[in-house]
């Protein structure tokens, strides 16, 4: 952990974006906070626009990565940032340089723990347990799930590999360039016309159209920039606060950005299949025989809760005003402000940073070939999450939640069970 940096300011000391602020004047001193140019004694290099690695990023203090660089303001009791990303829990104080409670789960969840989102929904009371599934930092490789057609694994992730520590177009920041993909940052002759690919909903975030002065939306460079973050009140624990513009523009979402990754789960009909070997991941733990390549099914994203249900069908009434459980991206078009119009994206299900949820039973589950030699489902013996389970041969583990919101599958019956309300009327 990064020790040498002297941050003596209190959390909301640096609101909204902080040093990372797109930046109002060429006399600015935030560059400091993270840059020496002559007496930098990091090791930490840095990562061009083509994904080739550079030398020494020029960072102050001692960090040997830069998730322990980034941890120094946004870890658990540290100074700076009100976002523990480790804990999950948002420790600013006032909220009036955002529309966050304070005290409150992060929408992300945390890196190492997350405040359990049920004990909080009975009594606000902040009880962490420990993450059962993340993303992981600095450990690798790992298995990339979704990506091509036979599983990958990917390197150690930084915070980096999707966070812009720079001034950045689209919402959280997001990085936008993933490998050899573009997935927002800036276009045009000067490299300053936002080319954002995720927007938000929050007060002052600069949404597509609004602002004549910036019709492709998301965060200008320079001095209309730095205008556009101080009159921005992100939140942290609403309930992730998307804004879709689907209907639109196609090729802009979260779920088009996570598919820089997980290249095959971003698909808007179950009826799209690809071919995908998961090999030990997915193979039979006590004969070791694997399921190999076939055509597979992914529920869909970027589509309307309407589209999913149909005009006659119900609707479950935990879903109605639920964004904290099972957040709907709002659609950009949805003027009337009916939530069955809202499309459902990656982080309706799924939490960003790290879940604390526990799978049991039928959630907790493999494959296995009965004497028929049919692949059927069995019940792990260990109840409980990774790292539990482990593939055929005992490595390497495979079992998670997911990331994902509820414990076992409430993420599913939030819409496709308990209590319905009256069909909507289109």
Not at 30 to 48: E, K, L, P, Y
Request: glycine share 12%.
């Amino acid at each position: 952990m990064l020790l040498c940096l002297s941050l003596a300011a209190a959390p909301l000391a640096y609101a909204n974006f902080g040093p990372h602020s797109p930046g109002a004047a060429p006399d600015t001193d935030t560059c400091a906070i993270c840059h020496r140019a002559h007496t930098s004694f990091s090791s930490i290099g840095w990562t061009d626009s083509n994904g080739i690695d550079q030398s020494s990023a020029l960072l102050v203090g001692s960090a040997s990565s830069l998730s322990d660089y980034c941890l120094v303001c946004h870890g658990d009791g540290a100074p700076g940032a009100g976002t523990n990303v480790m804990n999950g829990v948002y420790e600013g104080g006032s909220s009036y340089l955002t529309s966050s409670t304070p005290g409150a789960p992060l929408n992300a969840g945390g890196f190492n723990f997350m405040p359990d989102p049920y004990v909080w929904e009975a009594s606000a009371t902040i009880v962490l347990v420990p993450a059962t599934s993340s993303h992981n930092l600095e450990v690798g490789p790992l298995p990339l799930w979704g990506a091509g057609t036979v599983l990958q694994t990917t390197p150690s992730l930084s915070c980096a590999s999707c966070h812009d520590p720079h001034p950045a177009s689209n919402y959280r920041m997001l990085t936008g360039q993933i490998a050899s993909q573009t997935v927002g940052g800036y276009t045009g002759a000067d490299g300053e016309t936002p080319n954002a690919f995720v927007f938000s909903t929050e007060t002052g975030y600069p949404i597509p159209g609004v602002d004549a002065s910036n019709t492709p939306g998301g965060f200008l460079k320079g001095a209309a920039g730095q205008a556009q973050v101080d009159a921005y009140r992100p939140n942290y624990t609403g309930g992730t606060p998307l804004l879709s513009i689907i209907a639109s523009d196609t090729t802009k979402s979260l779920s088009v950005w996570c598919s820089a990754c997980h290249t095959g789960y971003r698909q808007r009909s179950a009826e799209t299949t690809i071919v995908v070997d998961y090999g030990l991941y997915e193979a039979n733990p006590n004969t070791g025989i694997k399921v190999g390549p076939l055509d597979r099914h992914f529920h869909p994203s970027d589509i309307t809760l309407e589209r999913g249900y149909g005009p006659d069908r119900t609707i479950p009434s935990t879903v109605l005003a639920d964004q904290y459980w099972v957040p709907l991206e709002k659609a950009a078009n949805n003027t009337t402000g009916d939530f069955w119009r809202n499309y459902i994206g990656c982080a309706t299900c799924h939490r960003a940073h790290g879940s604390s949820r526990i799978m049991t039973g039928w959630a907790a589950s493999h494959l296995e070939t009965n004497s028929a030699g049919a692949w059927v489902p069995a019940q792990d013996t260990t109840p409980g999450m990774a790292p539990d389970k482990l593939a055929a041969g005992g490595s390497p583990y495979v079992g998670s939640s997911a990331l994902l919101r509820t414990n076992n599958r409430d993420v599913c019956a939030r819409c496709h069970g308990g209590s319905t309300v009256a069909t909507p009327t289109p």
